[in-house]
């Protein structure tokens, strides 16, 4: 099995572009991830804008990670917790990286339901 991906990464060269933040405050995913490179990264720091606050990036979970604890990923499971509209699975916003998200894996729905809402 690959490692499973965290929807809430750096913006970092070889991450992934999930979506931009859009006008409503949430995030418009893209139906396919693309590839971060730096020249984008440069471009966007050239232009004075902070990716991590108007862009949503994917790369690989880390157990490692600050966020990881008692054997679980508490940003997924805070997400799952947000008030937000709940969604039947076919209502879901189109994701990329719904197959592999750690999110997805450890809360289902519920983390994808609040995933647009997280900046």
Wanted: with cysteine; glycine share 8%; aromatic share 6%.
């Amino acid at each position: 099995m690959s490692t499973p991906l965290c929807p809430s990464y750096a913006a970092v060269p070889g991450a992934l572009l999930l979506g931009r933040l859009a006008d409503d405050g949430t995030v418009a995913l893209l139906k396919s991830p693309l590839p971060v490179t730096r020249e984008f990264l440069d471009t966007l720091h050239g232009q004075h804008t902070d990716p991590d606050a108007t862009y949503r990036f994917a790369g690989p979970c880390s157990k490692g990670c600050s966020r990881w604890s008692h054997g679980k990923c508490q940003v997924a499971q805070q997400a799952a917790r947000l008030p937000v509209p709940e969604m039947k699975p076919h209502e879901l916003p189109d994701c990329g990286i719904r197959d592999a998200c750690r999110w997805h894996a450890q809360e289902g729905p519920a983390a994808c339901t609040a995933c647009i809402f997280i900046v």
